[in-house]
């Protein structure tokens, strides 16, 4: 798998970059986190406004920016939850569901957007 995700990354010069964000975001969940996800944030950014990026891949690029949002609104709701937080409301559970059931989905669009990736084919638009 990994040896056919680094043929796209050599077919497609922007794939590699795509990627690249896929895999940081990926690891994002660990403790690493705070590095990975402004750095693949960045690179979406720099591929998603350049001139040069083919519309397949502005797509995944897009995609990705959501995910990462997706990623930062879960983490806010979880740690805005936490006991001694604001443990007294009786919401608060469900705002912690929602920020794992948030971070769920994260995982999810990072392995559906490396599957579609590896197929060479944009992201639909529905998904986004």
Do not use: N
């Amino acid at each position: 798998m990994v040896e056919a995700l680094q043929a796209v990354a050599r077919d497609h010069g922007e794939g590699g970059r795509a990627l690249t964000i896929y895999l940081l975001l990926a690891v994002a969940l660990m403790a690493v986190g705070v590095v990975t996800v402004p750095i693949a944030a960045v690179l979406a950014c720099l591929g998603l406004f350049g001139r040069d990026t083919p519309s397949w891949l502005r797509s995944h690029y897009g995609f990705q920016l959501r995910s990462t949002l997706i990623s930062l609104l879960s983490l806010g709701a979880i740690v805005l939850m936490l006991p001694g937080a604001d443990g007294g409301v009786a919401w608060a559970g469900y705002v912690m569901l929602a920020g794992v059931i948030g971070l769920g989905l994260f995982v999810i669009r990072c392995f559906w957007g490396l599957a579609i990736l590896y197929r060479r084919k944009p992201i639909p638009a529905w998904l986004i």
